[in-house]
């Protein structure tokens, strides 16, 4: 789309921009964290994960009519 804007308008929108560069495996943004800026990939990639929150229960047998229940929490990162 912007390659039919006037050099004028081009030139007044790159001024508005900085360069950033990030390591391999940096996480740039978090899950829930409200935008603040627009992000232009120049050159190499982007992973997007989602952070989900899983819970798992196991039960153990105590006596002929009790059981004890466990329960563990964890956050899985899956990428979209």
């Given at each position: 789309?912007c ?5 004028p ?5 790159a001024?508005c921009l900085s360069?950033?560069?990030y ?7 978090r899950q829930g964290?409200l935008?603040?800026v627009?992000?232009?990939?120049y050159k190499?990639?982007v992973t997007?994960?989602r ?7 196991r039960?153990?047998?105590?006596s002929?009519?009790?059981w004890?229940v ?9 990428p979209?």
């Amino acid at each position: 789309h912007c390659a039919k804007w006037p050099y004028p308008k081009l030139r007044r929108l790159a001024s508005c921009l900085s360069l950033r560069v990030y390591q391999n495996g940096a996480v740039i943004r978090r899950q829930g964290q409200l935008p603040d800026v627009v992000y232009i990939i120049y050159k190499g990639s982007v992973t997007c994960f989602r952070e989900v929150g899983v819970t798992r229960s196991r039960k153990f047998p105590m006596s002929s009519d009790q059981w004890e229940v466990q329960l563990t929490s964890s956050v899985l990162s899956v990428p979209l």
